[in-house]
């Protein structure tokens, strides 16, 4: 059984660019959500996908903005990049008839210089 | 809204001792609560949960965790560390009630488990 799996691991990116995370949920699962941890941090809620929309937003500006795609998979954009975006970016998903166990993948490392 | 404070950020221990990690949260409902545990460069695994009924919880590697309503706490026990249990802890709330708040976790701001021999 596949757990969560996010893609790229790593990734570097320039002040001002763009980037776009991947995320496949765990077989059976449904809902999607997305958090960022900056180091020496707890994970930070950014938002929830659902039936491809989303369903909640934590404290995160525009820049960040996402999609899920019929087979529950999903994408994390963030437009014009600032160093502070810097971070471990970690999806999770569950099953939202079902919702109180939640898996998290290995996440993505974003460095933005 | 809820919040979570954890209580330490580092606990150094020897291996083979005790070690609780201290964790509180404050909300106006009733919340799931949970422990995940990070190793270096890695994402987060579920170590254990406490949705309802017994309120001691137990993983299958030996830690335990109570929850106690009266004071807010859902503090993390092992009776016995090994080196192995070096990692990152972070406690986790999320809202019981609001079906709509499925996958939403108000982490704490970690706690650095770190075991000498």
């Known amino acids: 059984d596949a757990g969560v799996t996010q893609s790229p691991t790593h990734l570097i990116k320039t002040r001002g660019q763009q980037v776009t995370l991947r995320c496949s949920p765990k077989s059976g699962h449904d809902t999607v959500s997305w958090y960022q941890q900056a180091l020496g941090q707890g994970p930070q809620f950014i938002f929830q996908?659902?039936?491809?929309?989303?369903?909640q937003r934590g404290n995160f500006p525009d820049r960040f903005s996402g999609h899920q795609f019929p087979n529950y998979s999903s994408e994390l954009n963030v437009n014009a990049l600032l160093l502070g975006d810097s971070a471990l970016y970690l999806c999770?998903?569950?099953?939202?008839?079902?919702?109180?166990?939640?898996?998290f993948g290995e996440g993505s490392w974003l460095t933005v210089v | 809204a809820q919040s979570v404070t954890q209580l330490d950020s580092q606990v150094p221990v020897f291996e083979e001792a005790p070690v609780e990690l201290r964790c509180n949260y404050s909300?106006?409902?009733?919340?799931?609560l949970f422990w995940y545990v990070q190793y270096p460069n890695q994402g987060l695994q579920l170590l254990l949960k406490y949705l309802s009924g017994s309120t001691l919880v137990k993983s299958i590697n030996g830690f335990e965790a109570e929850f106690n309503k009266s004071q807010t706490s859902f503090h993390l026990r092992k009776p016995s560390v090994h080196i192995s249990d070096t990692a990152e802890y972070f406690c986790?709330?999320?809202?019981?009630?609001?079906?709509?708040?499925?996958?939403?976790?108000?982490f704490g701001q970690g706690t650095t488990l770190q075991v000498k021999p």
């Open positions: 986790a709330v999320s809202d019981q009630k609001d079906s709509s708040n499925t996958g939403k976790l108000i």
């Open positions: 996908y659902y039936e491809e929309e989303e369903r």
């Open positions: 999770a998903s569950s099953l939202r008839s079902a919702g109180n166990t939640i898996y």
């Open positions: 909300s106006s409902v009733s919340v799931y």
